[in-house]
């Protein structure tokens, strides 16, 4: 890689670092933090069921910050091991356990390290036994090769700036027959170019997108087949983001 490049890549990463490190102090400095669950009034949006939030951390909750319910698609089954690229405060990682039981495992990555401690500290919460979260970057997973059934992310891939390394590890480290399940942003049109420029955009989830044909070319090249958008939305009513939609995409790495 360039000296450039790698410099443009660091810089990215800075900004998304910075937003989501703040996300997870605000939740961790709120008055009623650490205290039972039900005292956390506010939700994540309108992309889990009420019912599937029971004994979700209420931190968890809060510092949620995706686009869709990656475990709700990916038929996950008990015992199967589980890795969430950019797992945040850790809610897909906490409903992604309960759906592979004591006999599964499921494994959360994340680069902000603000945001693996409110995880950690998520999981001792509700005394997950089943639950890991590493501190780490998706375009280069600390992982083996070969040992995942399924990946998810839920509103991450957008935000990296090397979208082909963070596919070619996903690829790596599934086994043979795994699946991917991302919810994710993607373009079907351009964006104002005022939004292309602003780094904020970026950590927003708005202007690293993909191209919808770029994405799922980038997802083919690394090897992934059977690449299915299995659900597209507009994501925003806001002037300039009309071409933003969020997805849940399905690959599989063949046997
Ligand atoms: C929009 S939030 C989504 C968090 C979580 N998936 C959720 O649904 O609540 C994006 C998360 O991805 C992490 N992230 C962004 N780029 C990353 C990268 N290149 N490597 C590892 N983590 C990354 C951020 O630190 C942040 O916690």
């Not at 670092?17 to 939740?27: C, N, Q, S, T």
């Not at 399924?150 to 795994?178: H, M, Y």
């Not at 939004?195 to 044909?213: F, I, L």
């Not at 083919?220 to 300039?240: L, S």
Request: aromatic share 4%.
């Amino acid at each position: 890689m360039t000296d450039a490049k790698d410099q443009a890549i660091q810089e990215i990463k800075e900004v998304v670092k910075k937003r989501y490190a703040k996300r997870a102090l605000d939740v961790m400095a709120r008055p009623s933090a650490g205290k039972p669950d039900s005292s956390v009034e506010a939700c994540c949006g309108t992309t889990y069921q009420a019912v599937d939030l029971v004994a979700i951390p209420g931190e968890a909750i809060l510092a949620s910050a995706g686009c869709g319910n990656p475990t709700a698609l990916a038929d996950l089954h008990p015992g199967e091991v589980v890795l969430d690229l950019g797992s945040g405060g850790g809610i897909d990682c906490f409903l992604a356990s309960r759906a592979v039981g004591p006999k599964g495992r499921v494994l959360g990555i994340d680069m902000t390290p603000e945001m693996v401690e409110l995880a950690r500290s998520n999981a001792r919460r509700i005394k997950a036994t089943n639950v890991e979260f590493y501190l780490g970057h998706i375009e280069e997973l600390p992982f083996d090769s070969n040992t995942m059934d399924v990946v998810i992310s839920n509103c991450v891939v957008c935000l990296s700036p090397d979208k082909d390394a963070v596919f070619g590890e996903a690829f790596r480290v599934l086994r043979a027959g795994g699946r991917l399940h991302l919810s994710d942003m993607m373009l079907v049109g351009d964006l104002p170019d005022a939004v292309k420029r602003d780094p904020q955009k970026w950590a927003e989830c708005v202007s690293g997108a993909d191209q919808r044909e770029t994405y799922v070319e980038r997802l083919r090249a690394a090897g992934f087949q059977d690449v299915t958008i299995a659900q597209e939305q507009p994501y925003r009513q806001e002037p300039g983001l009309e071409n933003l939609r969020s997805v849940h995409v399905i690959a599989r790495k063949l046997d």
